[in-house]
């Protein structure tokens, strides 16, 4: 009988490989559970029938109506932040040689629109692109109605500068 000399190299990659296999395994096994638990347990708020109350996620707030005029039109709400354009948004090209405001107009007449921003909120405005003109690029004030993140502007102010 013949002996084999096996190399310590030809064992450790023997193990190697088979703990790789394994572990490839049980990702696979861990990913499809994960998957088909998602699936048997659906979100909270879908598949609610008009019957049944909502039960909303701890911390979730309802989305509200606007608030109503004496005539029962969504009355004109107000909002604060930085009258920019939805191309640049809150940053515009530092070397550029424009201003915010330059930048955010020339946007616009190349097609862009008006947005506000106000933190981690962007709101599109629609309205008098005159009135926003004058404003673009600097913090103001804007009333108007919101409907589907979109402010149907009726007035802008500009905020005074510190």
């Known amino acids: 009988m013949r002996k084999h000399h096996r190399s310590w190299f030809s064992l450790i990659t023997f193990c190697a490989i088979t703990v790789l296999i394994v572990a490839l395994g049980s990702a696979v096994l861990l990913a499809g559970a994960s998957v088909a638990f998602a699936v048997a347990h659906p979100s909270p708020v879908e598949n609610v029938s008009s019957d049944e109350p909502v039960v909303l996620p701890a911390g979730a707030q309802a989305p509200t109506a606007p608030p109503l005029d004496s ?12 009258i920019t354009d939805a191309r640049c948004g809150a940053r515009h090209r530092r070397n550029s040689g424009k201003t915010s405001a330059d930048c955010a107009r020339s946007c616009v007449r190349n097609g862009s629109h008006y947005v506000l921003v106000d933190g981690e909120k962007i709101y599109a405005l629609e309205g008098d692109s005159t009135q926003l003109e004058k404003v673009a690029g600097e913090r103001a004030n804007v009333s108007g109605i919101l409907k589907d993140n979109i402010i149907t502007v009726k007035g802008v102010t500009a905020e005074p500068s510190e």
């Open 71 to 82: 005539d029962g039109n969504a009355a004109p709400s107000s909002f604060s932040g930085m």
